[in-house]
């Protein structure tokens, strides 16, 4: 019998939380643990049966239960500044009150596993838990796309086996080749399923809420089968929706979700449109390229989307736009990310250029948002004349 979407995500739910629950009551995992950033290359470490957990994740969770205001206001408390990645405030407030996020609290790591390819920010905050509790922080350093790829495959290549030949020491397992091999094959079915869904938003009367939900799984289980049946499942659910109106302007979002707002976005704003795209959605699309799981690893986790140049990363979401169909773009500045690289000062369609943060609701203005989409409306208006 076929799994609808819905019941495998519930699966991948259970997987993912079942020792949540059971470390807040005080019984430790059976399997070494580590906290790891968004890019780090888990084929390795399920490979080696380590479990992994993403602090970025668990934080938009926290936001999405509405209990995140407590938490960044512990975290003030604490000393860590509400002007720094919200992520990192929301997480570590939770780490110190008795009255536990939603799902409980994360089982304690055994190891800090932090990438360069995502942010400058993620290294800083796992070296601060990291000095906290006092444990083993690996930091694993992507020169991107301006390095020469030779140099840089032998210099990622490197810090790699070195990851492994610490991992099977942390986990007292050796690393089969083969299963890393078959797991980058599950990883690279997952993101070629989740395209197929993102490929919906644009031509489908479908709400982006579903995907930027979706793409959770993508992130936290991309290299486990369950994730590309999800999304096989999930587009074949989609395609059979109503075709978009085209009567109502498309627009494409440009930035992170809204983690506490209950579909993700300001859609009370969007009366009358519709979001045809994001950029966001796209983000964890990684391309396993290669011969060699070293090559393939190398090649998905050095060539991020935000670890490429600003040519090629404007040329990309320039292409990612226009597919969308989008008319005007809504394009956040957002608080916890100084480094504007979801710019979109150089698409030429109108915008709305709103400062807002993807967990910390007090510092969104809905009454200025709501000028700002009046004015971007009427210019899309005006230029449809």
């Known amino acids: 019998m076929t799994k609808s979407p819905l019941q495998i995500q519930a699966k991948l739910m259970r997987t993912y939380y079942k020792n949540f629950s059971k470390y807040t009551k005080g019984h430790p995992p059976a399997r070494k643990v580590a906290w790891v950033t968004a890019f ?6 399920e490979a080696l ?18 209990k995140e205001r407590t938490l960044l206001e512990e975290s003030e408390r604490m000393s860590l500044c509400r002007d720094c990645c919200s992520y990192s405030c929301c997480f570590n407030g939770g780490l110190s009150l008795s009255d536990t996020p939603p799902r409980g609290l994360p089982p304690m790591p055994d190891v800090l596993i932090a990438t360069n390819n995502q942010c400058n920010t993620l290294p800083n905050w796992w070296s601060a838990l990291a000095e906290h509790y006092n444990i083993p922080l690996i930091v694993l350093d992507y020169p991107g796309e301006n390095a020469d790829r030779k140099r840089a495959f032998e210099y990622v290549s490197a810090q790699h086996q070195s990851l492994i030949a610490q991992m099977e020491q942390l986990s007292g397992n050796t690393l089969d080749v083969a ?13 070629r399923a989740w395209g197929h869904v993102v490929d919906m938003l644009s031509v489908r009367d479908i709400s982006p809420t579903l995907l930027f939900d979706g793409i959770s799984f993508l992130i936290t289980a991309r290299c486990k089968p369950e994730t590309a049946e999800l999304y096989t499942a999930m587009a074949e659910e989609f395609s059979e929706q109503p075709p978009a109106d085209p009567r109502k302007p498309a627009l494409f979002w440009l930035g992170y ?16 449109c519709r979001i045809s795209g994001s950029n966001y959605i796209t983000w964890w699309s990684l391309d396993y390229l290669g011969d060699t799981p070293m090559e393939q690893l190398f090649s998905a986790y050095n060539y991020t989307f935000l670890n490429l140049t600003p040519e090629t990363k404007r040329a990309r979401l320039s292409e990612c736009i226009r597919k969308s169909g989008a008319v005007g773009a809504i394009t956040l500045h957002n608080k916890s990310c100084k480094c504007d690289f979801v710019s979109a000062r150089h698409i030429a369609i109108p915008q709305a250029e709103l400062e807002i943060d993807m967990i910390d609701r007090d510092f969104l203005d809905m009454e200025r948002a709501k000028r700002q989409m009046d004015i ?7 230029e449809s004349v």
Request: net charge negative; hydrophobic share 40%; with cysteine.
């Open 49 to 66: 049966d380590i479990e992994y957990i993403y602090p970025e994740s668990y934080a938009a969770v926290i936001a999405a239960s509405g």
């Open 40 to 45: 780090t290359p888990v084929e390795i470490l």
């Open 179 to 191: 299963r890393v091999s078959d797991l980058i094959q599950n990883s690279r079915e997952s993101v």
């Open 376 to 382: 971007l409306m009427e210019s899309i208006c005006a």
């Open 257 to 272: 979700p809204l983690w506490y707002h209950s579909e993700r976005y300001l859609s009370e704003l969007l009366d009358g």
